[in-house]
């Protein structure tokens, strides 16, 4: 089973809205929360990421939100504009290296 | 700069092939991974390796092989290529700090994989 959830698998927002996707997880373990960003043809690329001595970490019009006791996080988009409309995944790492990926969300900012 | 460089872009195989998918990175990255990706499943992680040398198993190992023999290169072995292997396929490569890879990691652009 995969042991990062995320919802929704597909949003649809209009230009100017906020898009928020929402990940959780069960492994208590997990120390390193990154939100990736995929364009049609390209690979994954680093949005912003967290860990989990913060509640919360801005860049731009990303935000993420976590919350430790109930093992989940949230990327906030500000102000979505077209151009933010790609899969976003959810992820979390433990030391050991292994990364795990929610199922991603693909994301579509009318204009 | 190159980053990470994955060939073939595109294949397809038949059943029973074997091939070898290539992934070079020029960012001087101890650590190097394989996913998976597949619709509605995410990223999956196959092999991973935390320098020349070593490699382990990810979540997804089985039908696969790797090996590191240097820094730079980490290819991907399908012995015996079955349908249920058509994917796409990412290496990504990321530096260890303080022994640990949970920082970014960058992603080559993807192979498309289709056993037929």
Redesign the interface.
Known sequence: Q?Q?K?SP?SLIVQKGGISIINCAYENTAF??F?WYQQFP??????LI?IRPDVSEKKEGRFTISFNKSAKQFSLHIMDSQPGDSATY?C?A???N????????TRLTVKP | NAGVTQTPKFQVLKTGQSMTLQCAQDMNHEYMSWYRQDPGMGLRLIHYSVGAGITDQGEVPNGYNVSRSTTEDFPLRLLSAAPSQTSVYFCASSPLISGWANTEAFFGQGTRLTVV
């Open positions: 995969q990062v995320q698998q120390d390193y990154p043809g390209k690979g994954p690329a680093l990421a995944f992820a790492s433990i030391p290296n292994d990364m795990r990926f929610g199922a991603g």
